[in-house]
């Protein structure tokens, strides 16, 4: 008889939380007992689960010793503040937020660095990457047999989600009252984010660089293995409810094999390559999708290695929740 295990998923009332929740029934894992837990305010809300209406609830008193894995999708604090009593009970814990540090819970995309699952010891802890650094790193490895990048610059423009439902209501509440020729009042974001493109995320540190880019930028590092990459990242606030666009421009250390690089990411599984004369949008094409569509490959104008591309990919659930669930379905596998 298959084992059973029973999982817990922490902030399953959020975008993330409830792809998380879809893609536990759709990719069949071997599922015990769900447990779907939240904060006060969303206790008592209820998600559909393989035939039955789970209820959400509260997060502080639950006793993780009940479940062999925990997702936690509610934010940084929220997994900072569990983790050890996660982990005093024996239980595998997948953080999406990037809440504790690489030597605790390494960065993991299971196309690219599976391999780091082997060094760990029980009971694991890993992290499931940024959405945006999913989607490129699951390029780059795709073309580590083609090219050895030495400058990787990408400009991420992030779907509202990215801020959970918040962001969401907002770009909702704002194109709204834009349409209607009420007046405008900002409220999450810190101006109008309705057709418009904010240059920033997040609060920038004095050097101008926000949160998010150095999360970027770390997390390609770790994920690639390679510690001498110069990383260059921009995240632009974009008024796209769900989707990230991203374009990424790669300097290799040799002229680029474009041909070679094409058949590459043909092959490559979880990728859907574009050919020329088309090109993938996140709402067009990545939405509600599990591949990463890439499109627009082409060289440089005036520099041989040089290698430019156009990503985009659903980050609530290729991005987020996939990668959480095929993380847990490597553990479950090989290690729980």
């Not at 293995?225 to 110069?230: I, Y």
Request: proline share 6%.
């Amino acid at each position: 008889m298959t084992r059973s295990f029973d999982i817990a998923v922490i902030g399953a009332t959020g975008s993330v939380g409830e792809s998380l929740v879809q893609l536990l029934e759709e990719r069949i894992l071997p599922v015990g007992s769900l447990h779907l837990l939240a904060g006060s305010e969303s206790v008592g809300q209820s998600l559909a689960f393989r035939g039955k209406t789970l209820r959400v609830r509260p997060l502080e008193s639950f006793d993780f010793g009940s479940v062999q894995l925990a997702f936690f999708a509610a934010g940084a604090a929220v997994t900072r503040e569990y983790a050890e009593r996660v982990s005093a009970a024996g239980c595998a814990l997948i953080d999406l937020a990037a809440a504790l540090p690489s030597s605790l819970a390494p960065r993991v995309v299971p196309e690219v660095n599976a391999q780091v699952l082997a060094g760990l010891a029980a009971p694991y802890r890993l992290t499931s990457p940024s959405a945006p650094a999913v989607a490129v790193a699951l390029v780059l490895a795709a073309l580590r047999p083609q090219l050895q990048v030495k400058h990787l610059t990408l400009t991420a423009c992030m779907a509202v989600s990215s801020r959970g439902r918040e962001g969401v209501s907002e770009l909702a509440r704002q194109t709204a009252e834009l349409l209607n020729a009420r007046p405008l009042e900002p409220r999450l974001f810190d101006r109008q984010i309705a057709f418009n493109l904010l240059a920033q995320v997040d609060t920038p540190d004095a050097t101008g660089h926000g949160a998010l880019e150095r999360r970027l930028a770390g997390e390609l590092k770790e994920l690639l293995e390679a510690p001498s990459l110069a990383v260059s990242a921009t995240c632009v606030q974009a008024p796209v409810f769900f989707g990230d666009s991203l374009s990424l421009s790669l300097l290799a250390n040799a002229a680029v094999d474009l041909p070679a690089v094409c058949a590459a990411l043909q092959a490559a599984p979880g990728i859907e390559y574009v050919e020329p004369g088309d090109y993938p949008t996140a709402v067009g094409d990545a939405l509600g999708q599990d591949e990463v569509y890439v499109g627009r490959v082409r060289g440089g104008l005036d520099e041989p290695a040089e290698l430019n591309l156009w990503i985009a990919s659903d980050n609530a659930r290729k991005g987020a929740a996939l990668n959480a669930v095929q993380l847990a379905e490597l553990l479950i596998k090989h290690y729980l």
